[in-house]
């Protein structure tokens, strides 16, 4: 006997992120219905039992919620069109993406003039923590929404916390991601010490994981460093440096000084400009292992800890 439905709900973009929901949200019991631009995306998530929509208009026609995981302000704009350019029933949109404020904001207006409602809902993790529900959403907006939602957030992540007022999940997005762009380029900047002075990089990994330390973008995004393969993406280099110019801009309008941010983010340039683009952010510790003059000779031995 086929389970009974926990309800319907739709997700627009089925990226790395959009994907990973929609797959856990369909092992979960829920009807899901699924968009994305790219054919490859939509028979991937069509594969793991996501109905796939031909448009956003037809998503939304069928999913009384609707969460979005975009890659630019441009797709969320062209996707609330789409939604309030119908005679729908109010729809609740969980944006999930990482955006300006303001590009939120103004989506947020289009659709409450349209009678719907908006959480700003972004997550805390990489994709390879998303495939594993590995992440944590900072949800704000309407508090009554959210624990309506609670179940079906828990059904992709491992934890959601109420923010408060619509715009505090972005707030909290952007503190998250400053230090997510630090920690990712000082493990980078360890392991790449490490091996130039002559330490395996298993070894490094294997002993700061134990030691005082480690941090959660050394646990994820080490064990790419050390094998030096960048292609399992979690999140590309091109799409990141969205993300940091974000980042940027706001704590460029509180006049929050961001030095050790503002260090890294030529680190991630030089990814790009080094080939990186379409591969994970870890790949910075290629670019500081060519900046070092660092050439990987034989793996030893993992190191053995008590």
């Not at 309030?84 to 029933?89: D, E, N, P, R, T």
């Amino acid at each position: 006997m086929a389970l009974r439905s926990k309800g319907k709900v739709g997700v627009v973009g089925l990226g790395i992120m959009g994907g990973a929901y929609a797959r856990h949200l369909a092992a979960a019991g829920w009807r899901v219905t699924g968009y994305d631009i790219a054919a490859a995306r939509n028979r991937a998530a069509a594969r793991v039992g996501v109905e796939i929509a031909p448009d956003a208009m037809t998503l939304a026609q069928a999913a009384p919620v609707i969460i979005t995981s975009l890659p630019s302000p441009q797709a969320l704009d062209v996707t609330v069109a789409a939604i309030v350019g119908q005679k729908l029933a109010p729809r609740i949109v969980v944006e999930t993406s990482t955006l300006k404020l303001e590009e939120k904001e103004r989506a947020e207006r289009a659709l409450r003039k349209a009678g719907h409602l908006m959480l700003d809902s972004p997550v805390s993790g990489t994709g390879t923590q998303a495939a594993v529900k590995d992440i944590v959403v900072y949800a704000s907006g309407d508090t009554k929404a959210i624990a309506r939602l609670r179940r079906m957030f828990l059904d992709f992540s491992r934890a959601v916390c109420d923010i408060g007022a619509f715009g505090n999940g972005s707030r909290m997005k952007y503190v998250a991601n400053l230090l997510v762009t630090i920690h990712n380029v000082a493990s980078a900047e360890a392991i790449v010490l490490g091996m130039k002075s002559g330490l395996d990089p298993q070894v490094i990994y294997d002993l700061i994981s134990a030691g005082a330390g480690k941090s959660r973008m050394f646990e994820v995004r080490g064990p790419m460093m050390v094998k030096n393969n960048y292609k399992k993406v979690g999140m590309s280099v091109k799409l990141y440096h969205k993300d940091i110019a974000v980042i940027g801009d706001h704590a460029l309008k509180l006049g929050v000084p961001t030095p050790l941010f503002d260090a890294s983010i030529p680190i991630y340039a030089s990814a790009m400009s080094l080939g990186y683009g379409g591969q994970d952010t870890a790949s910075v510790c290629a670019v500081l292992e060519t900046m070092a003059g660092v050439r990987r000779g034989k793996r030893r031995k993992a190191a053995k800890t008590r």
